[in-house]
């Protein structure tokens, strides 16, 4: 059994086998620079595995575009012979997959050289450095996301554009801007329910969804975390989930920044604060201070 860099323990894995022993397959998921998310669906077996010894990918995962095109500039496709370094289990993300059947599990992964030193093109662990930097001066970030989104029709207009989904509720459509509207949140009430219940079984604090500024848009908020790390772990795991929700209710949800020319777009606020070694928010102001 190999050290994990990420910081995995097959202790983990076990545990989370015996608590769970009706889920047949995990997927296993790196996310590149564009948000998406790559990898493998592997049986219940290799899991033990892949905790204890990583698991082989191919570099060039991290070198793709966001349609899943080779960007040969980046130096990671033919560059490097298109290898394979090893990626690693991200500790507390292996969660169970809410309505699969059969069921299914899922834990995110970090990619690492093969001597366990970072591999610098993966999102997650250009972040882990930045914070790693902000504490050697002693400062500490910590905040919450809330994540905006369209729920779209998986057929397109009389135009062949992309518009806003019926409510999965009853399928009414609304072509007006619903913000704030709750009677609106109505319609999508199975879904979002959906969502939740996902989300608790992924450990992921979902709270407060809105209908927002355009048909078809909503906020979905999450609680706030001290460990900036596990807030960008939250968001990732709660894009995932709520793709799945909504393809397993016969809409799609959209992240796109502005999928629909004439609606207001979708934007993914961050709220952050920057803590001392003391715990003191050093954005705020000191006595005095105006």
């Known amino acids: 059994m190999t050290t994990s860099p990420s910081g995995s323990t097959s202790a983990e894995a076990k545990a989370f086998l015996d608590a769970h022993p009706e889920i047949e397959a995990f ?23 892949i905790f204890e ?28 012979g298109d290898g394979d370094l090893r990626a ?15 069921a299914r599990g899922q834990v995110l992964m970090s990619m690492y050289h093969l001597d366990g030193q970072p591999m610098t093109s993966d999102p997650r662990l250009v972040l882990a450095r930045q914070v790693e930097l902000l504490a050697a001066r ?26 806003p989904a019926r409510a999965v509720l009853d399928g009414r459509r609304s072509a007006k801007t619903e913000v704030y509207s709750v009677d ?43 460990d900036v790390m596990r807030a960008a772990d939250d968001l990732i795991m709660l894009k995932r989930l709520v793709r799945a ?12 920044a502005k999928p629909i020319e004439a609606y207001a777009g979708s934007g993914m606020h961050f709220h952050v604060s920057l803590q001392d070694d003391a715990g003191r928010n050093v954005f705020t102001e000191a006595a005095g201070e105006k």
């Not at 690693?88 to 059969?102: D, E, N, Q, V």
């Not at 199975?190 to 906020?219: N, W």
């Open 245 to 256: 929700q909504a393809r397993r209710h016969g809409v799609t949800a959209c992240f796109m």
């Open 88 to 102: 690693w289990p991200i500790p507390g993300t292996l969660a169970p997959l809410y309505g699969t059947s059969p």
């Open 53 to 80: 010894n990583g698991r082989h990918l191919p570099i060039s995962i991290l070198g793709l575009d966001i349609t899943g095109e080779d960007v040969h500039e980046t130096g990671l496709v033919w560059d490097t």
């Open 184 to 226: 609106h949140l109505h319609g999508m009430e199975p879904l979002f329910s959906d969502i939740y219940a996902a989300a608790k079984a992924q450990g992921i604090p979902a709270e407060t969804v809105i209908s927002e500024y355009a048909p078809g848009q909503y906020e979905l908020t999450l609680n706030y975390r001290k």
């Open 138 to 163: 002693g400062l500490h970030p910590a905040g919450a996301f809330e994540l905006e989104f369209f729920l779209l029709s998986n057929e397109r207009d009389a135009d062949g554009k992309v518009q």
């Open 27 to 49: 997927d296993i998921v790196l996310t590149d620079a564009n948000g998406i998310g790559r990898g493998k669906i592997v049986r219940r077996h290799e899991l033990m595995g």
